[in-house]
């Protein structure tokens, strides 16, 4: 269709590229490491039988042995029953938790830390206790978090960290 006849075409602002030299660099495993433990906040992705990949935000804590707390709390309204998050889990105890930094005008400034996670129900093994995990998570998610100072936990999922991968815009942390 188009301008009508006669109408002069509006130009468009000219954009600016964003800013990005060179191609990036793989992070390394400690530098992994400590974005994830900075950012408050990410994508948690576990497997759903029939849609395959079912990702949910969230808040979460990391704890020095390698392992990632995730609450159910009673602080937001939550469908009655476990979470689909949970069900997802019972039949597929993998995850995915991605945590990135984006500013639209420095591409050197972007980063993304993907950690592959295992969820720890306490029936691996006589080395997983995960009450006494998901108290110590709990606490570190009460630090983190004002709104979670009284512990509002119905529940805390705890996964341990099983591999770690991480990209950044610049040469900062790389491997």
Excluded: C
């Excluded at 109408?7 to 495993?29: E, F």
């Excluded at 990949?53 to 990632?68: K, R």
């Excluded at 400034?109 to 006494?132: K, N, P």
């Excluded at 995990?133 to 512990?151: G, K, M, N, W």
Aim: overall charge positive.
């Amino acid at each position: 269709a188009g301008a009508p006849r006669g109408a002069r075409a509006h130009a468009r602002p000219a954009l600016t590229a964003p800013t990005l030299s060179g191609a990036g660099m793989r992070l390394t495993g400690d530098e992994a490491l400590r974005r994830l433990t900075a950012s408050d906040h990410g994508v948690l992705a576990t497997v759903h039988a029939r849609r395959g990949a079912d990702a949910v935000p969230v808040v979460y804590a990391v704890h020095p042995q390698g392992l990632v707390g995730i609450p159910v709390d009673r602080v937001k309204p939550k469908a009655s029953g476990p979470l689909q998050r949970e069900r997802n889990l019972l039949a597929d105890p993998r995850a995915t938790l991605l945590v990135d930094h984006w500013d639209p005008v420095d591409w050197t400034r972007l980063w993304w830390v993907r950690a592959q996670l295992h969820w720890q129900t306490g029936e691996s093994g006589a080395d997983v206790d995960a009450d006494a995990d998901a108290r110590a998570l709990s606490r570190l998610l009460a630090e983190r978090y004002p709104h979670y100072r009284d512990q509002p936990f119905d529940r805390v999922l705890v996964f341990r960290i099983v591999e770690l991968i991480g990209w950044s815009g610049s040469d900062s942390g790389s491997a």
